[in-house]
């Protein structure tokens, strides 16, 4: 079997074992998630648990979750990926910014590189890895670029663009329905992922049709 063919299998057998640890985390308090992301509920009482980044994130995550339209998730969405860009480091942020322009110009190597600095300063950032799967997937390097996608995963689970990455490549290597299981799970996340769906709908047929 090939280092591709057990990178990926792997990848799906992670994506499918993490489960619950890949749901939102649903409220603790019922009425407690505000559509203005607030995290404090005036009905309760004052002593409640500080309020942190994580339980800010996993909010965010829930009304992604519950989310009625596609305007309404998207919104949501991009606030949790203001949040995933946050590396706490103003010099790998300031590197990210640089590899990020290189990518838009075509200079893949030099964002690699780039990318290759700002993992190994900031080795938990899950979208360092996740910007370099990138950057490796357009230099034509997939079996990298799936390592980095796993990477990813270990650090936040609910990466829903990680597991559409997954499932591209999956499915232009030829595995439909490990493609499948990806994005389900990158729905199970974000229900109104519009390009996730399209992809869903497109392998619906080959997947369940053969299954059926």
Known sequence: MSLFRISSAFLVLALTSAGASAQPTPPQRPGAVAPSDRMDNPAEPESQAPRTPAATLDRLFQRLHDAKSPEEAKGVANLIQRRWARSGSATA????????????????????????????????????????????????????????????????PRHYGAMMGLGFILRQQGDDKAAMVAFRKALEVYPEFEAVKKAVDSLRYEVDGRET
């Open 93 to 156: 942020d300031l590197l990210m910014s640089r590899a990020q322009q290189a990518l838009k110009a075509g200079q893949t190597d030099l964002a690699i590189e780039l990318l290759d600095r700002i993992v190994s300063l900031q080795p938990d950032w899950a979208e360092a890895w996740n910007q370099r799967a990138n950057a490796l997937y357009l230099a034509g390097d997939s079996v990298r670029s799936l390592l980095d996608i796993g990477e990813t995963l270990k650090r936040e």
